[in-house]
């Protein structure tokens, strides 16, 4: 089965910005970012599809993911950070590719453990 596991988070400040990684021990497929803040359901951020990037509003014009394929690596990038962006980070993956993915994060197969990303001012 494949691993994959996050790493980046931690405390940030507001306005600032992170990068978070996802490593995975093999080819793991299509690869995806959710993130699951308190009291709320896990909600995309983004993800590759047919060959392009796909944002979820949100994070349009502050976000970037971007991969290594020769390392396994898949990047994501939050500039502006905000107070709500506070939650647990999750990076996803699946052989196939996920139609809407970042509404069905029930469709992936292989999970990390997730990285804390505190924001505050």
């Known amino acids: 089965q494949v691993r994959l596991t996050e790493s980046g988070g931690g405390s940030m400040q507001a306005g600032g910005s992170l990068k978070l990684t996802c490593s995975a021990d093999?080819?793991?497929?299509?690869w995806a970012w959710f993130r699951q803040a308190p009291g709320k359901e896990r909600e995309g951020i983004a993800l590759?599809?047919?060959?392009?990037?796909r944002y979820a509003p949100s994070y349009e014009g502050r976000a970037t993911i971007a991969k290594d394929r020769t390392r396994n690596i898949y990047y994501l990038q939050i500039d502006n950070l905000k107070l709500e962006d506070t939650a647990i980070y999750y990076c996803?993956?699946?052989?196939?590719?996920?139609?809407?993915?970042?509404?069905?994060?029930?469709?992936?197969?292989?999970w990390g453990q997730g990285t804390q990303v505190y924001v505050s001012t």
């Open positions: 996803a993956a699946n052989p196939f590719p996920v139609p809407d993915g970042l509404s069905r994060p029930g469709e992936y197969r292989f």
């Open positions: 093999e080819f793991a497929g299509y």
């Open positions: 590759y599809e047919r060959g392009t990037k």
